[in-house]
């Protein structure tokens, strides 16, 4: 019997000092995993990376009474029972920590003797037939079920080093396995993380997410998905009722790739998605559909919120579902933030700084989390100038965005060329308003800043809308959308030019120019079919657009009075052809509006009144004797009853 307790002290303390799966204090003080690499036999690679002293756990002190030692030497237990297993039948759970709960101070005397002179013990009750070996402990890896104690990894003998002191909470936090690099960057906390690449979307869908797929649970069958999301290099014609999400949404939020988000791509890498982009497709094709396709799409899109989800798919389905929100939805600044928050997460906003790879599809998914990148800086900029707060994504986490959507324009059309003009645009918005900011005295400055920010608009115009030869990939009957969105911009700063001098005939000529040139893009969208599908975009753009032309009424000529009814009459007709006869979308709430400042101006000019003080301008009014040209067209609009009750006008606006 002597004999085999020699032999398990052995096998025992040499697997203690061989087993690399042990953790040292500071990793297991905060409960991460201890790795090591190959060759690294004196320290783990979090000790080297923070400077931190690689020590062995402590061993737990035996509680209660102390050792008692016989006159020859000898320990004596009074008690000790071992797990009665073979080698071969020894189940997993008892591993190296089983038995080392087992034999509680008794493994610890064992431990702290060296193997060559190990005292004889006196045991009671050993009748098991034989103890695991070590060749069967050195395969099992199961953590202590108990807490063993350990020091703080700042503590004396695992200080941080000077060099270094900022550690990595996430690195505690979320021991995932990603690599550790022992060359980190020494820089302020917020940048002192492990070097990243953007994250690329993958082409897995659990089961779970397959389950609530809209064609497994027979909401439309597979025909009609593919209807939806079929892809067609050129638009059909605007009369076709099967409005296609490529076709005719995609490039106004420039978002998905037509070659990527196949139909069957989206059913295989992201339910969210799929769902998102059939529902808002079935708003204008099937609204039979739209209804029950929406509401299953929120459910998936906030179950995946809540659950954690970050992914290219989940960010993809926040931005399309909130451009075709509903009419009175105010959520979209709070959850474009939360898509925004989910981008810097899979670390977006570090650039690419390799070429795409020569694989087709592997570059478009690499392509796919750039676009959604720049679409969400986009949103952030047109909500933060809609609501007047600050944006959240930096400039300088964006690539060049010309430079970027030249890059790749070999893989064929795309919608990048039009991001990229959109993207520039929301620049000088950015640095206009940064002028506006600053709070200018002189007027002289600010009529400079005024000349230098138009000359950058014309720039962008003579650079991306050349009807005779557009730049490489860019559609220029696409693109009516952001050519009106250029021009109300420069309108926004003619509109500066004439708070200076509101009476000049000059200065209001020139604002008039702008909007007669942005009545005709209405014009155009209409024509096209993309007004009724640009939702608040549009909204915004017309009502601003109708309010300056209500306020400079009253301060113009009378040619120039005949020009502003003439120019509202066609954002009216034009809306109103939108609308159809919907009521709760949004060219039905522009054209109402529109109806609005119409009759208004009509009663006004009638009865003499001038314009309220708080419209900024001066008190410039027509006599009540005088009945000019314009009058005979207003006329019917002044006995137009009001068509808002019952109705939401007031909530939208």
Not at 59 to 64: E, L, Q
Not at 605 to 624: D, V
Request: hydrophobic share 40%; aromatic share 8%; with cysteine.
């Amino acid at each position: 019997m002597s004999a085999i307790v020699p032999s398990l002290t052995n096998d025992i303390a040499a697997s203690t000092t061989t087993r690399s799966k042990l953790a040292c204090a500071a990793c297991r003080q905060n409960k991460v995993r201890c790795l090591r690499n190959e060759g690294l036999d004196h320290a783990c690679m979090r000790c080297l990376r923070y400077g931190l002293a690689c020590t062995p756990p402590a061993i737990n002190k035996r509680r209660g009474r102390p050792r008692r030692e016989s006159s020859n030497g000898t320990l004596n237990v009074t008690s000790f029972s071992p797990p009665l297993a073979s080698s071969s039948s020894l189940e997993p759970a008892h591993s190296f920590w089983s038995i080392d709960r087992s034999l509680g101070h008794f493994n610890q005397d064992i431990l702290s003797s060296s193997a060559g002179n190990i005292p004889t013990i006196a045991t009671h009750n050993f009748n098991a037939p034989i103890l695991a070996t070590s060749s069967t402990l050195q395969h099992m890896d199961a953590k202590p079920p108990f807490p063993l104690a350990e020091s703080s990894p700042l503590s004396s003998e695992a200080e941080a080093s000077g060099a270094n002191r900022n550690l990595d909470l996430s690195e505690y936090l979320d021991p995932a396995d990603r690599p550790i690099h022992l060359a980190g960057p020494n820089a302020p906390f917020f940048l002192n993380y492990t070097p990243k690449s953007p994250t690329v979307e993958v082409e897995e869908n659990v089961l779970s997410e397959s389950r609530d797929d809209p064609v497994h649970l027979m909401i439309l069958s597979e025909a009609e998905a593919l209807a939806l999301v079929k892809l067609y290099v050129h638009a059909p014609p605007v009369s076709s009722l099967n409005a296609r999400f490529h076709d005719r949404l995609n490039h106004l939020v420039a978002v998905l790739d037509y070659k990527l988000h196949t139909l069957a791509y989206l059913r295989r890498s992201s339910t969210v998605l799929f769902t998102a982009v059939i529902a808002v497709a079935s708003k204008f094709s099937r609204p039979d559909l739209h209804h029950i396709l929406l509401s299953h799409a929120q459910t998936l899109l906030t179950r995946s919120i809540n659950n954690g989800v970050a992914d290219v798919a989940v960010v993809q389905s926040i931005m399309i579902l909130m451009y075709w929100k509903l009419p009175a939805d105010t959520s979209s600044w709070r959850k474009i933030g939360i898509a925004i928050r989910m981008g810097y997460q899979l670390y977006w906003h570090v650039s690419r700084k390799q070429p795409l790879p020569d694989d087709d599809m592997a570059a478009r998914k690499i392509l796919n989390a750039e676009r959604t990148w720049m679409c969400l800086f986009c949103f952030d900029r047109s909500l933060s100038h809609m609501y007047g707060l600050p944006a959240a994504i930096q400039p300088n986490h964006m690539m060049d965005p010309a430079n970027w959507a030249r890059e790749h324009t070999y893989i064929g059309p795309s919608v990048d060329v039009h991001l990229a003009s959109s993207i520039e645009l929301c620049k000088l918005k950015d640095q206009w308003r940064a002028i506006c900011d600053s709070n200018p005295q002189s007027s002289a400055y600010n009529d400079a800043a005024l000349d230098s920010v138009l000359a950058q608009c014309e720039a962008l115009l003579s650079r991306y809308w050349r009807k005779e030869a557009p730049p490489a990939g860019f559609e220029y009957e696409k693109e009516h959308v952001g050519l009106w969105s250029t021009l109300d911009f420069m309108l926004v700063l003619k509109r500066h030019y004439l708070e200076a001098s509101p009476s000049d005939p000059i200065r209001i000529d020139a604002c008039l120019s702008f909007a007669s040139r942005i009545t005709d893009e209405i014009d155009a969208v209409a024509n096209n079919g993309d007004l009724e599908i640009m939702q608040d975009t549009s909204s915004v753009m017309a009502s601003s657009l109708t309010v300056l032309l209500r306020k400079m009424f009253h301060l113009s000529t009378l040619t120039q009075k005949n020009l502003i009814i003439n120019l509202l009459q066609h954002i009216l007709t034009a809306y109103t052809r939108a609308a159809g006869r919907e009521h709760n979308t949004a060219p039905a709430y522009v054209a109402r509006f529109v109806q609005r400042t119409l009759k208004a101006i009509g009663m006004e000019s009638k009865a003499g009144s001038p314009m309220p003080e708080q419209a900024g301008f001066g008190n410039h009014m027509l006599g009540g004797d005088d009945q000019p040209d314009f009058m005979a067209q207003l006329q019917q609009f002044m006995v137009l009853p009001d068509e808002t009750t019952g109705l939401n006008d007031e909530d939208y606006w």
